[in-house]
């Protein structure tokens, strides 16, 4: 049991680490955002605006915000009513979590990604371009980027499934990943000491 609990640490670390490098990489696109909206911003009132800074950004965001969604996964902040579930045994927790991924996350993910893939693939074989815009971008590259998030994210509700089988049978789990608000409350000084 020691071994195969070891194993299930292994595994879900391992994971964990996929999840928090892909979430930082994935976090820099937010430099280039930030470029093109000054850019459109600056350009709108001192020249005009510009046809491509609209596609550009929502490109950006989309893909920003899917291939964060297995950071946040990772990190505990997805959104969660917690004023019951807090209260609850370590093992009823990990219960209804193991349940909620098996039933709820697994079959919704894995369909979307499924379908993702074949959207990815048509978009591709056409070289699909935006319509609605002047500069007509392509969107293969952004539609490609949905099952790439979705595997991750599949991969992540692996890990996070296996801290809930790890809890239903020890009564205690995994070390939990501090939320973003929580690792920025300790990284930032606080009023008090501020200067």
Partial sequence: MRTESGALVRVTRGIDAIS?????????????????????IAMRYLVKPTYWAFDLSYMLYGAL????????????SHIRTDFLYQKWPVKVQASVDAFCYLFLFFPGIAIFFWLSVDWAILSWQRQE??????????LYPLKSVLPVALGLLLLQGASEFLKCVHAIRTGAWLTKQ???????????????NAK
């Fill in 178 to 192: 501090r939320s973003i608000e929580e690792a920025l409350a300790d990284e930032l000084p606080s009023e008090g």
């Fill in 129 to 138: 371009r935006a319509m609605a815009s002047a500069w007509m971008p392509p």
């Fill in 65 to 76: 915000f899917m291939l964060g969604a297995a950071y946040t996964l990772y990190r505990g």
């Fill in 20 to 40: 928090d490098w892909s979430g930082r990489i994935a976090g820099w696109l937010v430099i280039p955002l930030i470029f093109v909206m000054t850019w459109e």
